[in-house]
């Protein structure tokens, strides 16, 4: 199994050209005025949101939504 991870650059581009093509323009630019980049604590959330996972666990549960999915 092969996994293809983007790159931040090419995630903000899909993300971008989700909302280009489903929200107008004046939208698009007041969302983008609103998300400011360098707000919050990355490390904190991140620590609290995996807290006492393991890369075991995370695997384990992505295996098992894959196979949730698959049965759709």
């Known amino acids: 199994m ?4 983007e790159t931040e650059q090419e995630t903000v581009q899909a993300g971008l050209d989700v909302l280009t093509k489903n929200l107008p323009p004046s939208k698009v630019a ?4 609103i998300w ?3 707000r919050g ?3 904190a959330d ?3 949101l ?3 996972e393991t ?3 995370l695997f384990a549960g992505a295996r098992a ?4 999915n698959r049965k759709r």
Do not use: P
């Open 36 to 38: 400011r980049v360098g």
């Open 30 to 33: 007041r969302l983008l005025s």
């Open 2 to 5: 092969s996994i293809v991870v």
């Open 65 to 68: 939504l894959e196979k949730h």
């Open 46 to 48: 991140r620590r609290k």
């Open 50 to 52: 995996f807290a006492g």
């Open 41 to 43: 604590d990355h490390t």
């Open 55 to 57: 890369v075991e666990s």
